[in-house]
């Protein structure tokens, strides 16, 4: 198993460099967990109090409408997921979590983080960078949404998010690209084809 500093290594290397005391600081306040699959991380009405690193496994971030689940994100390996808006505002979240895998996250509670920003400019650089990360990926897929049919929303996603297709459920998928599951069977049988006749 990882150490919380091996961890805090592994963060600031894929979202911000740190020097050593950096890293030793944010290891600091870690806090391992693990969930099975299935389990809920985060339910709904509850107040995010954490950012979660994905050492291992795979989440989903949804919400009902008209009851229904919609997924909104997908994270895994090296990726970071809270509810931005019940992180920010530290009010109830309208989303839910869920592992999709079984799943080791490493937490970082919002108060010990707000406490290092204060006295430390690297952790604050870090929040920083992952609030930027966060925003551009979001808005990236909302364009995708916005601007894309079905078929080119499917190839973005497994030309860049691979890992999504591969192991995430087929029904999570549709809804996460806003499409049917009839749908998407439709693109992925025609992209299956594409990609067999150009080689």
């Known amino acids: 198993m990882n150490s919380c500093r091996d961890i805090a290594r592994e963060i600031t290397r894929i979202y911000c460099?740190?020097?050593?005391?950096?890293?030793?600081?944010?290891?600091?306040?870690?806090?391992?967990?693990k969930f099975q699959k299935g389990d809920t991380i985060l339910e709904e009405g509850k107040v995010c109090r954490d950012l979660y690193f994905v050492e291992k496994g795979m989440v989903r971030q949804y919400y009902y409408k008209n009851k229904k689940d919609v997924t909104e994100h997908f994270s895994f390996e090296g990726r970071i997921v809270f509810c931005i808006e019940s992180f920010l505002?530290?009010?109830?979240?309208r989303l839910i979590v869920e592992a999709l895998e079984n799943t080791t996250l490493y937490a970082i509670p919002y108060d010990k983080l707000h406490n290092l920003m204060e006295r430390n400019q690297e952790i604050e650089m870090l929040y920083r960078k992952i609030l930027e990360h966060v925003a551009i990926s979001s808005q990236e897929h909302a364009d995708s949404q916005r601007f894309e049919n079905?078929?080119?929303r499917y190839d973005r996603l497994l030309r860049e998010k691979p890992e999504i297709i591969l192991r995430a459920p087929m029904v999570h998928i549709a809804s996460f690209l806003q499409m049917t599951p009839e749908t998407l069977s439709r693109v992925r049988g025609a992209s299956i084809?594409?990609?067999t006749n150009t080689k």
């Open 17 to 33: 460099p740190m020097s050593f005391s950096g890293i030793e600081i944010l290891g600091s306040i870690l806090i391992p967990m």
């Open 150 to 152: 079905a078929a080119e």
């Open 89 to 93: 505002k530290q009010e109830p979240s």
């Open 193 to 195: 084809g594409t990609h």
